[in-house]
């Protein structure tokens, strides 16, 4: 029989947190006139869900399909609600997770409180952007995969959607499929490792994450020429080895050697793709249709120099964890606190017009609220909470990855990539590291729980005994 969550009055503690961190977000709602709206990401995906074709640059189509859902509504207020309830219900998920993992009551609200109440994670919710939807679906991917001790065939289908879904609206989470399939072939489940249930978990899985992904690519083809999800990845890669690149060391061909640097010195990787300076943006035309040239030049840039490559990452991603938040790059300023002010939409752009007119008539610059605005200013989230703690969580999530693989391992090394991918693909920026910290929180609650109870028959207490061998009417052991 499988076991249940405990009863209502066992989640008082969580319901009480939910209520603090619903409170917040009706407090944000109030507080800001408007939804978030950023030049020129957010007009991007607008563009997009009203024209319903692939950007052939950075973003890929996941998130504007969600917008094109909302899009009879005209209101990006009402996009930015929604993400509320999201952020919301991703909390709950990472509760019902943990508890159903033999966490206690306080322990599992524990690991919600950072995605409830973090600032950082609010502000995003509050945006046209599409984080709040990754963090969502990466997070349901992770319940439906641990949610057994057996991963059924229809939870692994389900599971690679939500995956496919997440790598739609962002390309970096693609290889979390690829992460969630080591883990469904290569678990060890005691009485329950049977090859045949793992292979054909992991082939639900990989199936029904691949085809939406190639499904993409051929629609992406058709206007773009092109067999991918983004046309982006070489221009952003290429940006990375900018940091780095010595073509002394490099020696590329002659059609590569136009992307070399050019003396341009700036204090962030991706500032390149952007700066008019920097050699790609001096070759003819956008700079985007140069994106196989700069893809194979940053490969051979790896391949000659990959200490260097690992140098740059690996203290790119350190700024992960300082305890108090640095700029990158320099002209930003990272901040978990809710601020006032107002933030108007750039003038004289075109595609501005252009979405106010085909997707909300209301579109504006957002502002602070009074008195509103003053009591969130109030609401204090120290940065090493946000930073540092998320060091501790790790190293907690990796020390459980070792000594309990068979529960914390999964999360642990979807928070790695979350936090790693980012920074070596492109860049670090404080924003792409908010989707690591959920499932951060879930492997390290997993890596100091307490071993869940045993019952007679060596099963352990929290576990669907789906396998279990039947006693027969004479007494013995069926399978």
Same mark, same amino acid.
């Given at each position: 029989?499988? !076991?249940?969550?405990?009863?209502?009055?066992?989640?008082?503690?969580?319901?009480?947190?939910?209520?603090?961190?619903?409170?917040?977000?009706?407090?944000?709602?109030?507080?800001?006139?408007?939804?978030?709206?950023?030049?020129?990401?957010?007009?991007?995906?607008?563009?997009?869900?009203?024209?319903?074709?692939? /950007?052939?640059?950075?973003?890929?189509?996941?998130?504007?399909?969600?917008?094109?859902?909302? +899009?009879?509504?005209?209101?990006?207020?009402?996009?930015?609600?929604? /993400?509320?309830?999201?952020?919301?219900?991703?909390?709950?998920?990472?509760?019902?997770?943990?508890?159903?993992?033999?966490?206690?009551?306080?322990?599992?609200?524990?690991? @919600?409180?950072?995605?409830?109440?973090?600032?950082?994670?609010?502000?995003?919710?509050?945006?046209?952007?599409?984080?709040?939807?990754?963090?969502?679906?990466?997070?349901?991917?992770?319940?439906?995969?641990?949610?057994?001790?057996?991963?059924?065939?229809?939870?692994?289908?389900?599971?690679?959607?939500?995956?496919? $879904?997440?790598?739609?609206?962002?390309? @970096?989470?693609?290889?979390?499929?690829?992460?969630?399939?080591?883990?469904?072939?290569?678990?060890?489940?005691?009485?329950?490792?049977?090859?045949?249930?793992?292979?054909?978990?992991?082939?639900?899985?990989?199936?029904?994450?691949?085809?939406?992904?190639?499904?993409?690519?051929?629609?992406?083809?058709?206007?773009?020429?092109?067999?991918?999800?983004?046309?982006?990845?070489?221009?952003?890669?290429?940006?990375?080895?900018?940091?780095?690149?010595?073509?002394?060391?490099?020696?590329? !061909?002659?059609? /590569?050697?136009?992307?070399?640097?050019?003396?341009?010195?700036?204090?962030?990787?991706?500032?390149?793709?952007?700066?008019?300076?920097?050699?790609?943006?001096?070759?003819?035309?956008?700079?985007?249709?140069?994106?196989?040239?700069?893809?194979?030049?940053?490969?051979?840039?790896?391949?000659?120099? !990959?200490?260097?490559?690992?140098?740059?990452?690996?203290?790119?991603?350190?700024?992960?964890?300082?305890?108090?938040?640095?700029?990158?790059?320099? +002209?930003?300023?990272?901040?978990?606190?809710?601020?006032?002010?107002?933030?108007?939409?750039?003038?004289? /752009?075109?595609?501005?017009?252009?979405?106010?007119?085909?997707?909300?008539?209301?579109?504006?610059?957002?502002?602070?609220?009074? !008195?509103?605005?003053?009591?969130?200013?109030?609401?204090?989230?120290?940065?090493?909470?946000?930073?540092?703690?998320?060091?501790?969580?790790?190293?907690?999530?990796?020390?459980?990855?070792?000594?309990?693989?068979?529960?914390? $391992?999964?999360?642990?090394?979807?928070?790695?990539? $979350?936090?790693?991918?980012?920074?070596?693909?492109?860049?670090?920026?404080?924003?792409?590291?908010?989707?690591?910290?959920?499932?951060?929180?879930?492997? @390290?609650?997993?890596?100091?729980?307490?071993?869940?109870?045993?019952?007679?028959?060596?099963?352990?207490?929290?576990?669907?005994?789906?396998?279990?061998?039947?006693?027969?009417?004479?007494?013995?052991?069926?399978?």
């Amino acid at each position: 029989m499988a !076991p249940t969550l405990a009863g209502p009055r066992d989640h008082g503690l969580f319901g009480c947190v939910l209520a603090l961190a619903a409170a917040l977000r009706v407090l944000v709602m109030l507080g800001y006139d408007t939804a978030r709206l950023y030049w020129y990401d957010s007009f991007t995906y607008l563009d997009t869900a009203v024209r319903l074709r692939p /950007q052939g640059a950075f973003h890929p189509a996941g998130y504007s399909w969600f917008l094109w859902a909302l +899009r009879p509504f005209q209101s990006v207020e009402l996009v930015a609600g929604v /993400q509320h309830a999201m952020g919301l219900a991703v909390g709950v998920m990472i509760y019902l997770l943990l508890r159903r993992r033999s966490l206690p009551a306080w322990g599992a609200a524990l690991a @919600a409180v950072p995605v409830l109440f973090d600032p950082a994670f609010v502000r995003l919710e509050r945006a046209v952007l599409s984080d709040t939807q990754v963090i969502f679906l990466v997070v349901a991917a992770l319940l439906v995969l641990m949610w057994r001790r057996e991963v059924s065939t229809r939870a692994a289908a389900v599971a690679g959607l939500l995956l496919a $879904l997440a790598g739609l609206t962002r390309t @970096a989470t693609v290889p979390l499929l690829g992460l969630a399939a080591l883990y469904l072939l290569l678990r060890r489940t005691g009485w329950q490792a049977r090859w045949q249930v793992r292979w054909r978990a992991t082939l639900a899985l990989v199936v029904a994450g691949a085809l939406p992904l190639a499904a993409y690519a051929g629609w992406y083809a058709q206007h773009h020429g092109r067999f991918a999800l983004s046309g982006s990845d070489g221009v952003a890669l290429w940006a990375r080895t900018m940091t780095f690149a010595d073509c002394s060391i490099i020696r590329p !061909p002659a059609d /590569q050697a136009a992307l070399c640097p050019n003396g341009t010195v700036l204090d962030a990787a991706s500032e390149y793709v952007w700066d008019p300076r920097a050699s790609l943006n001096r070759l003819p035309g956008d700079r985007f249709t140069h994106n196989d040239l700069a893809r194979a030049f940053a490969l051979r840039a790896i391949a000659a120099q !990959p200490l260097d490559y690992l140098r740059e990452v690996v203290r790119d991603t350190s700024l992960a964890f300082t305890w108090e938040p640095v700029a990158h790059p320099k +002209r930003m300023s990272p901040t978990t606190a809710f601020q006032r002010g107002s933030w108007p939409l750039p003038s004289g /752009q075109p595609l501005v017009d252009q979405v106010r007119k085909e997707y909300d008539p209301d579109i504006r610059g957002m502002r602070s609220v009074e !008195p509103f605005a003053s009591i969130l200013a109030a609401y204090s989230y120290p940065w090493f909470l946000h930073g540092t703690l998320f060091g501790v969580l790790l190293l907690a999530g990796g020390a459980g990855a070792v000594l309990r693989p068979r529960t914390a $391992l999964l999360p642990w090394s979807f928070a790695v990539f $979350l936090l790693v991918a980012p920074v070596a693909a492109l860049d670090f920026d404080h924003r792409y590291v908010l989707p690591a910290i959920p499932v951060a929180c879930v492997a @390290a609650a997993l890596a100091v729980r307490r071993p869940a109870p045993r019952r007679s028959g060596g099963y352990p207490r929290g576990y669907d005994h789906v396998a279990r061998p039947r006693a027969s009417a004479n007494g013995s052991r069926a399978s």
